[in-house]
Nanobody
Framework: QEQLLESGGGSVQAGDTLRLSCAAS????????MGWFRQSPGKEREGVAA???????TYADSVKGRFTISKDNAKNTLRLQMNSLKPEDTAMYYC??????????????????WGQGTQVTVSS
């Protein structure tokens, strides 16, 4: 079974920067897509950014221009560079993987395996 391990969360001030990492192992196929999602208490899990097997990226409108997703294929590591953080970015952030192809990269239902999450807290 695949394993996804997030790191890099923390507590920061508005305007600060964080970089999340997700180390992936035992992936079940060579064609896959990965994404970052976040969830706050009482809210549905929200797609933040995702990258497909070709390296094409998709972002939620709320993070465009501030967040950047990237994938190091040699190390099977997914990253999320988060700049200009805002209090509304506060959430548990999850890494996820899905297999094959999809045009719904920000829909959590298309992903089949998840990490345990890393907390990001942004204070004003």
């Amino acid at each position: 079974q695949e394993q996804l391990l997030e790191s890099g969360g923390g507590s920061v001030q508005a305007g600060d920067t964080l970089r999340l990492s997700c180390a992936a192992s035992r992936l079940r196929a060579s064609i896959y897509y990965m994404g970052w999602f976040r969830q706050s208490p009482g809210k549905e899990r929200e797609g933040v950014a995702a990258i497909d097997t070709f390296g094409s990226t998709t972002y939620a409108d709320s993070v465009k221009g501030r967040f950047t997703i990237s994938k190091d294929n040699a190390k099977n590591t997914l990253r999320l560079q988060m700049n200009s953080l805002k209090p509304e970015d506060t959430a548990m952030y999850y890494c996820a993987v899905g297999y094959g192809y999809t045009n719904k990269l920000l829909n959590f239902r298309t992903f089949s395996a998840w990490g345990q999450g890393t907390q990001v807290t942004v204070s004003s």
